[in-house]
């Protein structure tokens, strides 16, 4: 079989298979994160991008701003915060250099964003504190999109994230996580016509915190599970104006683990959905969607809003 034909083939079964991935996700066992971090991949961030194709050559400068209301809903350990209040703008550069490798063409791209964050209930006093700073770089020089048959587009990545942002061990609320992440990630896409149907399946590998007071750290090394994240939208575009709905699924795949002991009955899992609407002109997307988590466990969900631009120089 010609391989442009099976990867078509296996783009639209992995299309099928994701959406009863994502339902499942509801009921299934989930594991843990570091108390006070936060999975790597922000859940929603590629929502509405066309992820298994790679804009023409050029280059992209994104602005991503996020805000979000959210509640806590714990696992089983008994103490949690309450309520979390997150604003981020995040800039975006992406290189897409007209040339090809591997029969695919190529791109990478630079992502930092300043995140302001209040959280309540903080145990053991219930107390209330904001932080305010730079999140961890994100770096993929690795970007890969194939054109296949019945207008399938898959791309493959890769990124990694340096503990370079705003993280103290002495501090209850931090920005940053304390720890290295390596993100391998694939994007599929259906596009025909004014349709788009595409899935970004993430999977992210942290290293230890060696310099954690998370509950359950030994000596301030505590290891949090992987975790994988499916991003899915689903729009028509009609002229300029582009319509549809946006959401994600995440799911934490390992235990977390501490001093060599694993941490068991506690969990990280979300479902979320929400609308999109996005207008393009020739030198600008301007793209707005809101996504809101139907459940979740282990981790803050409620309502998120997204503002992204792109300006193509």
Do not use: C
Not at 35 to 51: E, L, N, S, W, Y
Not at 128 to 153: H, K, M, R, V, Y
Not at 170 to 187: C, L, M, Q, S, Y
Not at 302 to 307: I, S, V, Y
């Amino acid at each position: 079989m010609d391989r442009r034909v099976f990867l078509g083939t296996v783009a639209r079964r992995v299309l099928i298979g994701v959406a009863l991935a994502i339902l499942t996700v509801i009921s299934a066992p989930a594991h843990a994160f570091e108390p006070g971090a936060h999975p790597p991949f922000g859940a929603g961030a590629t929502g509405g991008i066309p992820i298994g194709a790679i804009p023409p050559a050029g280059f992209y400068l994104s602005s991503l701003t996020t805000y979000g209301e959210s509640t806590f809903h714990a696992d089983s350990r008994p103490h949690g915060p309450k309520t979390q209040s997150l604003f981020s703008e995040g800039l975006t550069g992406q290189w897409v250099p007209d040339a090809t490798l591997w029969g695919a063409r190529y791109a990478a791209f630079v992502q930092q964003a300043l995140v302001v964050r209040t959280v309540t209930g903080l145990p053991p006093r219930g107390d209330t504190q904001t932080a305010s700073g730079l999140d961890n770089t994100i770096i993929s020089p690795l970007n890969l999109a194939w054109t296949l048959p019945s207008d399938f587009w898959l791309s493959a990545r890769f990124a990694f994230y340096p503990p370079d942002g705003q993280y103290h061990r002495k501090d209850r609320v931090n920005i940053a996580n304390n720890f290295w992440a390596f993100e391998p990630n694939v994007g599929i896409s259906y596009l025909r016509g004014g349709l788009d149907l595409s899935v970004h399946l993430v999977y992210d590998i942290e290293t230890e915190n060696t310099s954690s007071n998370a509950p359950g750290n030994v000596h301030g090394k505590y290891q949090s599970g992987d975790v994988f994240v499916a991003d899915y939208t689903a729009s028509y575009a009609i002229r300029n104006w582009r319509f549809g709905v946006t959401g994600w699924g995440v799911q934490q795949t390992t235990d977390d683990s501490a001093g060599g002991r694993t941490l068991h009955g506690t969990e990280l899992s979300k479902v979320g959905i929400g609308p999109l609407i996005e207008y393009n002109a020739s030198w600008i997307g301007v793209n707005l969607y809101y996504g809101h988590d139907v459940v979740w466990r282990g981790a803050f969900g409620g309502d998120k809003f997204f503002l992204r631009a792109t300006v193509k120089f």
